[in-house]
């Protein structure tokens, strides 16, 4: 079974969990850096082109790294990469839920994942995310060349309206939100636009950069209930 359908087999299973449908050589992959546990994968394996890899994404701002286990044709590894918009400095000191290798079997691999690898995963992640926080309550955005945005937060709310409600992803690479290229500028700027009007009226305070210099947009002050309506 080749690696994205193997990671589509588990995400089938997995809820909440989406698969990467691109399979990527593990040599120079440049999201290998993210892998915050590395388990019993071998350094060396990451000097063959014959290993490619796919991305297990959760819409906390969790992600696996999935590979073939080198020299077990019987087993995958099942790694965790750092959490949504953290680098290794945000997990400095912290205990990194190891990664495990996992049976080929769809079925037996994802039982093994929810019983000895997911929840540890999930309770490890809210505080490097917190850590990476550029402020109280700050969602910065940023423009790649294509201009694009690319969100930062370190709150794990905003990263799951982003990715769960936004119709946003999550590089394997850099740890950001991002929305698919497939989009056309029109439809990414009204996604936007709408992403940034939740994120307000949930009280982030959104920072967007302008020709002007950056824009800061508030949150949205509360609604006052009508009249006869209960607070």
């Known amino acids: 079974m080749h690696v994205t359908e193997f990671t589509r087999a588990l995400a089938d299973r997995l809820p909440g969990w989406r698969h990467d449908p691109t399979a990527v050589p593990i040599a120079n992959d440049p999201a290998s850096a993210r892998i915050w ?8 394996a990451f000097e063959t082109d014959s290993v ?53 079997d769809p079925v037996r691999a994802a039982a093994r994942l929810r019983h000895r690898l997911l929840t540890d995963y999930r309770l490890s992640a809210p505080t490097p995310i917190r850590r990476s926080s550029p402020g109280h309550l700050q969602v910065h955005i940023v423009l790649d060349e294509h201009r694009r945005p690319r969100i ?4 794990v709310a905003a990263v799951i309206e ?48 302008s020709p002007d210099g950056p824009r800061t947009y508030p949150p949205h002050a509360p609604t006052a209930p009508r009249r006869g309506q209960r607070r």
């Open 52 to 104: 490619q890899r796919s991305v297990l994404t959760h819409h906390w701002g969790l992600q696996l790294y999935v590979m073939p286990r080198p020299h077990r044709p019987g087993e995958y590894l099942a790694l965790t990469m750092l959490p949504a918009n953290t680098s290794h400095q945000h997990v400095t000191g912290l205990r990194a839920p190891r990664g495990i290798a996992v049976p080929a």
């Open 152 to 155: 930062r937060t370190g709150y």
């Open 162 to 209: 982003l990715l769960a409600h936004g119709g946003f992803r999550l590089d394997p690479a850099t740890g950001e939100c991002h929305l698919p290229d497939s989009l056309t500028d029109r439809e990414a700027r009204r996604r936007l636009t709408i992403s940034v009007h939740r994120l307000r009226l949930q009280g982030f305070h959104i920072t967007i950069p």
């Open 37 to 44: 546990d590395s388990g019993p994968l071998p350094y060396a």
